[in-house]
């Protein structure tokens, strides 16, 4: 059973005495000083490193709104970090949380996001100003669709400007008033479709994308896990199975990882929500536990785990992995020198500050960082992106011919085998993929690569994962900029 510990080490209040923002900055600060850190280690030129880390536009929008017979000032924000490779690619949020710098940081950590998994956009972000909860859903559709006339009528929406996805307080039911306006103001765009992902199926989606975070999440841990130097430092045996996992947060991204880490043998021992936690050194049942939310509204009175009041307290339980998938700077210095996880893997955009990553990383825990691990959404958006613009479903055309290509070759086989398959197994073999299976495939490889081009910087230049995939992300940010040239100069 769990038991939170409410002491203090003795040492660690010389740790808070320094919380100062130098070391607790907010967010855009503490993406800004990532970026300074890595800089140092890449092969970009001064110059292309102010350009690099720069945003370069910003939209800042207020519009009213009636509520209750009352007019509601409503404001939004859109952030183009870097338009190095277009479209601007980043999801739009609606929280009361939500303000200017917040944006800029999320629009920058998509820019190092797409470019150290070798997406070709640049990065974007949204917000609005709102609590989802206080709005109705028809109000919420009027607020959806007046914010993006303004992307329309300022040129920060498009299937080559800027592309849209869900992100916090929005989905597919967003993402869908969102296509409809547009194609609506720019009824002559026959792509006005990508004009935005993580749309419904029926709206132009891609099989596969819903889950596509979570499951970028459970493949980035799979391979820093399957490292020989990962598992001699943190003493892990490499695999899935038998792992103990603490994930913080339940919505899309923590569901959809703690799915797959269980359903490959993983056991996920806690589940913490913003009011809960649920623990159960057994490991839960994701589905079930999942089930009794959507029935009761929270995890209070689940009977198969241990029900925590101070939630946040399980993040310090001592585990295998833990995966903070809720939102930024959930760890800090108030808390950093309490983690007992091995290896950390940030499922949230910035949930570890710059003070509290030094302090983990002293104490021997290894982080796998968030531009790396939860790229898989925007790996996804942008399969589902190149189908929209090609206006076809993947496997539509070669589906059948690789069944019948295979259903050959196994003839061959059993001619020679002697013995007969049966209509089971042969369906097995000769099956040719579905559209999810490719979208899969895809974002494996996908994660795969970006995973070992981190390793392989981190090796030679003896930095953090942190560092090394930003590193990477800079230097090809770099290239690319260079490779362009400049109209006005090329000094």
């Given at each position: 059973?769990?038991?939170?510990?409410?002491?203090?080490?003795?040492?660690?209040?010389?740790?808070?005495?320094?919380?100062?923002?130098?070391?607790?900055?907010?967010?855009?600060?503490?993406?800004?000083?990532?970026?300074?850190?890595?800089?140092?280690?890449?092969?970009?030129?001064?110059?292309?490193?102010?350009?690099?880390?720069?945003?370069?536009?910003?939209?800042?929008?207020?519009?009213?709104?009636?509520?209750?017979?009352?007019?509601?000032?409503?404001?939004?924000?859109?952030?183009?970090?870097?338009?190095?490779?277009?479209?601007?690619?980043?999801?739009?949020?609606?929280?009361?949380?939500?303000?200017?710098?917040?944006?800029?940081?999320?629009?920058?950590?998509?820019?190092?996001?797409?470019?150290?998994?070798?997406?070709?956009?640049?990065?974007?972000?949204?917000?609005?100003?709102?609590?989802?909860?206080?709005?109705?859903?028809?109000?919420?559709?009027?607020?959806?669709?007046?914010?993006?006339?303004?992307?329309?009528?300022?040129?920060?929406?498009?299937?080559?400007?800027?592309?849209?996805?869900?992100?916090?307080?929005?989905?597919?039911?967003?993402?869908?008033?969102?296509?409809?306006?547009?194609?609506?103001?720019?009824?002559?765009?026959?792509?006005?479709?990508?004009?935005?992902?993580?749309?419904?199926?029926?709206?132009?989606?891609?099989?596969?994308?819903?889950?596509?975070?979570?499951?970028?999440?459970?493949?980035?841990?799979?391979?820093?896990l399957s490292f020989p130097e990962v598992q001699q430092k943190i003493k892990h045996h490499g695999n899935i199975e038998d792992t103990s996992v603490i994930i913080q947060g339940f919505g899309n991204v923590g569901y959809w990882?703690?799915?797959?880490?269980?359903?490959?043998?993983?056991?996920?021992?806690?589940?913490?929500?913003?009011?809960?936690?649920?623990?159960?050194?057994?490991?839960?049942?994701?589905?079930?536990?999942?089930?009794?939310?959507?029935?009761?509204?929270?995890?209070?009175?689940?009977?198969?785990?241990?029900?925590?009041?101070?939630?946040?307290?399980?993040?310090?339980?001592?585990?295998?992995?833990?995966?903070?998938?809720?939102?930024?700077?959930?760890?800090?210095?108030?808390?950093?020198?309490?983690?007992?996880?091995?290896?950390?893997?940030?499922?949230?955009?910035?949930?570890?500050?710059?003070?509290?990553?030094?302090?983990?990383?002293?104490?021997?825990?290894?982080?796998?960082?968030?531009?790396?691990?939860?790229?898989?959404?925007?790996?996804?958006?942008?399969?589902?992106?190149?189908?929209?613009?090609?206006?076809?479903?993947?496997?539509?055309?070669?589906?059948?011919?690789?069944?019948?290509?295979?259903?050959?070759?196994?003839?061959?086989?059993?001619?020679?085998?002697?013995?007969?398959?049966?209509?089971?197994?042969?369906?097995?073999?000769?099956?040719?993929?579905?559209?999810?299976?490719?979208?899969?495939?895809?974002?494996?490889?996908?994660?795969?690569?970006?995973?070992?081009?981190?390793?392989?910087?981190?090796?030679?230049?003896?930095?953090?994962?942190?560092?090394?995939?930003?590193?990477?992300?800079?230097?090809?940010?770099?290239?690319?900029?260079?490779?362009?040239?400049?109209?006005?100069?090329?000094?």
């Open positions: 059973m769990f038991v939170a510990v409410h002491c203090l080490q003795a040492h660690v209040c010389c740790l808070t005495d320094f919380a100062t923002e130098e070391h607790e900055p907010k967010f855009l600060k503490a993406v800004e000083m990532f970026f300074d850190r890595a800089a140092k280690y890449s092969d970009a030129s001064e110059e292309k490193l102010k350009h690099i880390k720069s945003t370069d536009s910003v939209l800042s929008v207020t519009f009213p709104m009636d509520k209750d017979g009352k007019t509601v000032m409503i404001r939004g924000y859109r952030s183009q970090h870097s338009r190095h490779r277009l479209p601007c690619k980043g999801g739009i949020r609606f929280s009361s949380e939500v303000d200017l710098q917040e944006v800029e940081a999320l629009s920058a950590l998509m820019t190092y996001k797409c470019a150290v998994v070798d997406v070709p956009f640049g990065g974007g972000k949204g917000g609005i100003m709102i609590d989802p909860k206080d709005w109705t859903e028809a109000e919420l559709e009027r607020i959806t669709r007046r914010f993006t006339l303004e992307l329309c009528q300022k040129n920060f929406i498009g299937p080559g400007v800027d592309v849209p996805a869900p992100d916090v307080g929005t989905g597919a039911r967003e993402m869908g008033w969102i296509a409809d306006t547009y194609r609506n103001f720019n009824p002559q765009d026959v792509n006005g479709t990508a004009c935005v992902t993580g749309k419904a199926l029926s709206l132009g989606g891609v099989r596969g994308r819903t889950e596509a975070t979570g499951l970028g999440v459970y493949y980035g841990v799979r391979e820093f990882a703690s799915k797959f880490f269980e359903a490959n043998g993983a056991k996920v021992v806690g589940i913490v929500e913003h009011d809960v936690a649920a623990y159960n050194k057994d490991g839960i049942n994701i589905e079930q536990l999942s089930l009794w939310r959507k029935e009761k509204g929270s995890f209070k009175g689940f009977p198969d785990a241990q029900i925590i009041d101070r939630p946040m307290s399980l993040l310090e339980a001592e585990c295998d992995v833990l995966i903070p998938a809720a939102l930024e700077r959930q760890i800090g210095l108030r808390n950093a020198h309490k983690i007992k996880a091995k290896l950390i893997g940030e499922a949230a955009n910035g949930p570890i500050t710059p003070g509290a990553d030094e302090v983990i990383r002293k104490n021997g825990t290894i982080i796998v960082p968030d531009l790396l691990l939860n790229a898989g959404g925007v790996c996804v958006s942008y399969f589902e992106w190149a189908k929209n613009l090609s206006h076809l479903r993947f496997g539509r055309m070669n589906k059948r011919w690789d069944e019948r290509s295979k259903g050959q070759l196994l003839a061959l086989v059993e001619g020679n085998a002697g013995r007969p398959l049966s209509e089971v197994e042969r369906r097995q073999l000769i099956h040719g993929a579905e559209e999810h299976e490719l979208v899969y495939s895809g974002l494996e490889d996908t994660m795969i690569v970006a995973c070992n081009e981190t390793r392989q910087t981190a090796i030679e230049k003896n930095i953090d994962y942190r560092t090394a995939a930003l590193t990477n992300s800079i230097n090809k940010i770099a290239i690319s900029l260079t490779g362009s040239g400049s109209i006005f100069t090329h000094a």
